[in-house]
């Protein structure tokens, strides 16, 4: 028998999430994100969504090791389950992190029309260039709050299921 099965399942799923990771840096995503980001906040998704992970991991191995010795003690599933909604919440905080970014983004693109002046090039030119700083932070900023909420979601979603078969 394989131990730990639940944990191996979480650990399969980072170590894809990790090669899809170096996959991006090695084409250089996340060097144009830095440089198209100007909030910064998908880097600060990154961090809230790695912090978690290894929480989620670490709660996953303390469940596993009981699990795998049938020692499913009422009190350490009930702890593990009261604290998973920290990783419940710390997902839908991502999906809004990442939405606050989008507004940040498109009020960063709105605020170059204030003082245009269609007759000068080089307000023009300002203009596109906010356009297109504005525009990025938004999409990236959404891109990677769902991203990681989705992907917080996932494993939270496995270590529920670990704690309902425990209480069954």
Same mark, same amino acid.
């Given at each position: 028998?394989?131990?730990?099965?639940?944990?191996?399942k979480?650990?399969?799923?980072m170590?894809?999430?990790?090669?899809?990771?170096?996959?991006l840096?090695? =084409?250089?995503?996340?060097?144009?994100?830095?440089?198209?980001?100007a /909030?910064?906040?998908?880097?600060?998704?990154?961090?809230?969504?790695?912090?978690?992970? &290894?929480w989620?991991?670490?709660?996953?191995w303390t469940?596993?090791?009981?699990?795998? =010795?049938?020692?499913?003690?009422?009190?350490?599933?009930e702890?593990?389950?009261?604290?998973?909604?920290? &990783?419940?919440? /710390?997902?839908?905080?991502?999906?809004?992190? &990442?939405? *606050?970014?989008?507004? *940040?983004?498109?009020?960063?693109?709105?605020?170059?029309?204030?003082g245009?002046?269609?007759?000068?090039?080089?307000t023009?030119?300002?203009? *596109?260039?906010?356009?297109?700083?504005?525009?990025?932070?938004?999409?990236?900023? /959404?891109?990677?709050?769902?991203?990681?909420?989705?992907?917080?979601?996932?494993?939270?979603f496995?270590?529920?299921?670990?704690?309902d078969?425990?209480?069954?």
């Amino acid at each position: 028998m394989i131990k730990h099965t639940l944990f191996l399942k979480w650990w399969l799923f980072m170590s894809m999430a990790m090669l899809g990771a170096l996959y991006l840096a090695g =084409n250089g995503w996340l060097s144009t994100m830095w440089n198209k980001d100007a /909030t910064k906040l998908s880097f600060l998704l990154l961090t809230i969504f790695t912090v978690m992970s &290894g929480w989620c991991g670490y709660k996953t191995w303390t469940l596993s090791k009981f699990l795998d =010795n049938d020692q499913t003690e009422d009190y350490l599933v009930e702890k593990i389950e009261h604290l998973m909604e920290v &990783g419940w919440f /710390t997902s839908d905080l991502c999906l809004s992190i &990442g939405m *606050i970014g989008t507004v *940040i983004g498109f009020i960063m693109m709105l605020s170059g029309f204030a003082g245009i002046d269609v007759q000068d090039m080089a307000t023009v030119q300002d203009l *596109i260039k906010n356009l297109g700083i504005g525009m990025s932070t938004a999409l990236y900023t /959404t891109l990677v709050g769902l991203g990681c909420s989705a992907l917080l979601k996932i494993q939270y979603f496995n270590l529920s299921q670990a704690i309902d078969k425990a209480r069954k």
